[in-house]
């Protein structure tokens, strides 16, 4: 074997590395599936089973008509709140990226400063002024009072900026610019087709933020009828008995729709973050 093919050749130590991450990363996985498709005894059982069992239809039914969870209204909710913020958040920092990247304009250095000077501010120091903002505008338990706040990301502007400083060449903008194309549709037309590996992974994260995000939408979100998803889990758990069998069937339908997404875009999104690190 020569020295080209041992730097390629994986040894057996490596597959068996491998074979332990992927087993550590799905097996957690796995057992939430168990449990959901079991009774509620088989949580405490010893040794844990390991096999599915037939009660997910039962489980999944006393799940949805679980009135103080809401779970159907709360999974429509984060649904909503994910893909408006996914679709903002993707728009305005393609847009400002390509702004801050290639166009020339009196105080961009400092604008961008700013940007990055707020991604070094915890969210948890703003709740507070957010919530009077929220309360006095009469968006204090409605949907909107946790889409707004997050519209534009500090993140996904530097992100998109670094991108396309390096992936859309100069001379492209200047052919289009020759060709009488306005700066919008330079944007939509000939920068916004080369972000697209930067755009499926900054929408993946940004919805899967969003879709996990507890905090806020507890505190903005006090009606109980009227949940995200996150909160119509953490009320499963409330009070002196807990279902588990019923949580776990909760969980994985919320695993659901990430598990779509990242099967319908995993080779735009695996791609783009091959292709951030090969540039970075």
């Not at 679709?87 to 990247?101: E, H, K, N, T």
């Not at 119509?232 to 909760?250: H, I, T």
């Amino acid at each position: 074997m020569g020295a080209a093919e041992r730097l390629w050749h994986a040894s057996p130590l490596t597959y068996i590395t491998l074979l332990a991450a992927v087993a550590l990363s799905i097996f957690p996985l796995y057992y939430m599936f168990v449990i959901a498709t079991r009774t509620n005894d088989a949580v405490g059982q010893t040794p844990p089973p390991i096999t599915p069992g037939g009660e997910i239809g039962p489980n999944v039914d006393r799940l949805v008509n679980n009135e103080g969870a809401a779970f159907m209204t709360g999974l429509v909710n984060s649904a909503i709140v994910a893909t408006v913020v996914t679709v903002f958040v993707v728009f305005f920092s393609s847009l400002a990226g390509f702004a801050f990247a290639k166009l020339r304009f009196q105080g961009r250095n400092g604008l961008m400063l700013a940007i990055l000077i707020t991604m070094m501010v915890p969210t948890q120091l703003g709740i507070v002024p957010l919530y009077q903002m929220m309360y006095e505008w009469d968006l204090h338990n409605k949907l909107p009072s946790v889409i707004l706040p997050f519209l534009v990301s500090g993140f996904g502007v530097f992100m998109m900026r670094q991108y396309a400083s390096q992936a859309v060449p100069d001379e492209l903008i200047e052919a289009a610019r020759m060709d009488g194309c306005s700066t919008f549709r330079t944007y939509w037309n000939v920068v916004l087709p080369g972000l697209r590996p930067a755009i499926a992974v900054l929408g993946l994260f940004t919805f899967m933020e969003q879709w996990n995000s507890f905090l806020w939408p507890q505190i903005a979100l006090g009606d109980p009828l009227n949940p995200t998803v996150q909160l119509s889990l953490q009320r499963l758990s409330q009070g002196y008995y807990n279902d588990y069998s019923q949580v776990f069937a909760g969980t994985l339908l919320s695993v659901v729709p990430l598990l779509v997404i990242f099967i319908i875009f995993g080779r735009q999104i695996i791609g783009g973050i091959m292709e951030g690190a090969v540039k970075a």
